[in-house]
């Protein structure tokens, strides 16, 4: 089991900047990838951006893509989520997670959560 924990959410206003971070623990060998979902109220979890913890390859959703990047810190087990020019469509919970298998982009996928971390984008 992976233990994860994230801090870095807020309220900030539309175009503002955010980072978010993750710091995993236990049995991190079994971690094929690292990745950010997130959940606005009443609508489904969403893939966001992922990483491959031992290659590096980097996987972001098309809404993200180009304001959003993740990065990895190996020796401190710690992915981050930059996040810029935030719009109001990204208010929602922030989870980190892991999964063993390669099917990044879906949610379901992933096995290891983090508690969430509330990301509030005002207009």
């Known amino acids: 089991q992976v233990q994860l924990v994230e801090s870095g959410g807020g309220l900030v206003l539309a175009g503002d900047s955010l980072r978010l971070s993750c710091a995993a623990s236990?049995?991190?060998?079994?971690?094929?990838?690292m990745g950010w979902i997130r959940q606005a109220p009443g609508k489904d979890r969403e893939f966001v951006a992922a990483i491959t913890w031992r290659g590096g390859v980097i996987y972001y959703a098309d809404s993200v893509e180009g304001r959003f990047t993740i990065s990895r810190d190996g020796a401190k087990n710690t992915v981050y989520l930059q996040m810029n020019r935030l719009k109001p469509e990204d208010t929602a919970v922030y989870y980190c997670?892991?999964?063993?298998?390669?099917?990044?982009?879906?949610?379901?996928?992933?096995?290891?959560w983090g508690q969430g971390t509330q990301v509030t984008v005002s207009s």
């Open positions: 997670a892991t999964t063993r298998t390669g099917a990044l982009h879906w949610p379901p996928a992933y096995d290891s």
């Open positions: 236990g049995s991190i060998f079994s971690i094929n990838a």
